[in-house]
């Protein structure tokens, strides 16, 4: 009979970080590139806990720990109780009853439960749900798939991604095949630009407010504050380049963003803690740009001459298209197309061969056929999801 015991003194704490060493022991797909998300929340430091609660706890089977897991009571989703962090060997019984009585009981009058939001949707989601003999992608849950049968009964909320190669979008960007369409205004005129680093703080709260405005009506959507977004980002500032927040502006005003990273994940092999010495490994394995670097925007000539020096036969083959966004005024306005086109150019620039573009809800109608629709132009048919998610909920 296994029983939840709260983490409260440094040698649980270290259990419940060693616990994953355990559970993935010997599986050369499993990564462990998300410990610093959960330091910043599974202990209570984050600024995200000036309007949520955490407890945290070992999952025990005689004296020994067997599992672990985090339960998040934010304000924002003042129904709910969040499992977050989730973590169990193989064989258990009774997972799900002891996560329900120890939820009722640390957060009485919460009757929603949701397994695997982890605090909030820009920090992580989900469960995998297929592909278990594949690395995951920066960012993306990989878990081993008897987890699904541990929560087996709840509802299923399920999420996808999309991974092509990038030839086909690359054909269209050198064939101005991408094309921009401006319904809003005779005048309307949608320009990308890339972050500036300089104003980190600022950019950051800009790409704050834009999520707020556009993810109103995605599932689980909680709004933020600049300073947890701030908060989130700081830990890869080293890694983070301008060209990997693209803004889109109408005439100065933003009205939408694209979000990417390069698959830092294919910089760390299986069990290792992403660190130090895979921030010098990015910066050595860095892809030279195809074109002069004076042609290329946000691409230095000094970091170019770098990446000459530097370079690497290992590279990172593969970005991950984390989030794109458009306010309603200018859903019809071509700023899909034209964050895209900038997103391709860069790609191309960088020399990445694939992307993977999600999570992505399959009940999220408006994103699933923008994606699908995207990927038609490029490939001639609607493509299959890559990989699959699943978030849990039922009742506490």
Not at 5 to 25: C, E
Not at 309 to 326: G, H, M, W
Request: charged letters at 25%; a positive charge; aromatic letters at 12%.
């Amino acid at each position: 009979m296994i029983r939840a015991v709260p983490v409260t003194t440094r040698g649980q704490w270290a259990r419940f970080r060693s616990l994953p060493d355990a559970v993935y022991a010997g599986n050369p797909s499993a990564r462990a590139t998300e410990d610093d998300l959960v330091d910043l929340l599974a202990r209570p430091k984050s600024v995200f806990f000036r309007h949520a609660s955490v407890r945290t706890y070992l999952l025990m089977s005689g004296p020994h720990a067997v599992g672990r897991f985090s339960l998040i009571a934010d304000g924002h989703l003042p129904d709910a109780v969040q499992v977050a962090f989730f973590e169990a060997i193989c064989g258990l019984s009774d997972v799900l009853p002891c996560l329900r009585a120890t939820a009722a009981d640390a957060f009485p009058g919460r009757g929603r439960l949701i397994v695997g939001l982890c605090g909030h949707l820009n920090y992580a989601a989900g469960f995998l749900a297929s592909r278990f003999d594949e690395p995951p992608v920066f960012g993306l849950p990989y878990s081993p798939p008897y987890y699904l049968d541990y929560f087996a009964g709840l509802a299923e909320r399920r999420m996808v991604s999309y991974r092509f190669h990038n030839e086909s979008f690359y054909t269209l960007w050198r064939e101005n095949r991408l094309k921009r369409r401006t319904t809003v205004s005779e005048r309307s005129t949608i320009t990308v630009r890339a972050m500036d680093r300089r104003r980190l703080r600022e950019e950051i709260a800009l790409y704050t407010e834009l999520n707020n405005a556009c993810f109103q009506e995605h599932p689980f959507w909680t709004d933020r504050s600049p300073e947890e977004d701030f908060e989130l980002f700081y830990p890869f500032r080293f890694l983070l380049k301008e060209e990997n927040l693209l803004f889109a502006e109408d005439g100065g005003r933003p009205v939408g963003f694209l979000l990417w990273y390069p698959d830092f994940n294919q910089l760390a092999g299986p069990g290792e803690r992403f660190g130090l010495r895979h921030v010098l490994a990015y910066q050595a394995a860095h892809t030279v740009p195809r074109e002069h670097p004076r042609t290329a925007p946000w691409i230095r000539p000094a970091q170019a001459l770098a990446h000459r020096t530097l370079r690497r036969a290992a590279r990172i083959d593969t970005a991950r298209l984390t989030e794109i966004a458009v306010r309603d005024s200018h859903r019809k306005a071509g700023v899909v197309e034209a964050l895209i086109r900038a997103f391709t150019k860069v790609q191309y620039l960088r020399g990445f061969s694939y992307t993977e573009g999600g999570f992505i809800f399959e009940d999220n109608v408006a994103s699933i056929t923008m994606t699908r629709r995207l990927l038609e132009s490029a490939f001639g048919q609607a493509p299959e999801p890559y990989r699959r998610f699943v978030v849990f909920e039922g009742a506490t």
